[in-house]
């Protein structure tokens, strides 16, 4: 199954290697491989993750305080938010279709 990022959840994730890696030689890098480790899970058991809202589901990250927001469509993963678990809970809503 292919994936896309929406402009505001690839932000997001750049955002968060940048400020790992600020904090830590290597941390960032290994964040976005926990990411595309998730987002390669998702891809394989799309359906695996409890529902978050009407139209999405979230991964957790096991090492990191973050979570993968997606939506399953059609032939495609559409990760709508790379969220910090502990800012704004609800602030990617409006993003879902």
Not at 25 to 53: K, M, Q, T, Y
Not at 67 to 95: C, E, S, T
Request: a positive charge; one cysteine or more; charged letters at 25%.
């Amino acid at each position: 199954m292919r994936y896309r990022f929406a402009p505001e959840a690839e932000a997001e994730l750049n955002e968060a290697v940048n400020y790992y890696e600020e904090c830590q030689d290597g941390l960032g890098l290994a964040f976005a491989g926990e990411v595309h480790a998730a987002i390669e899970n998702i891809c394989r058991f799309p359906l695996a993750w409890s529902p978050f809202s009407k139209n999405t589901r979230r991964c957790l990250l096991k090492r990191f305080p973050y979570g993968v927001v997606y939506q399953p469509k059609d032939d495609q993963i559409i990760v709508i938010a790379v969220m910090h678990l502990n800012r704004k809970p609800n602030y990617w809503r409006r993003r879902t279709t």
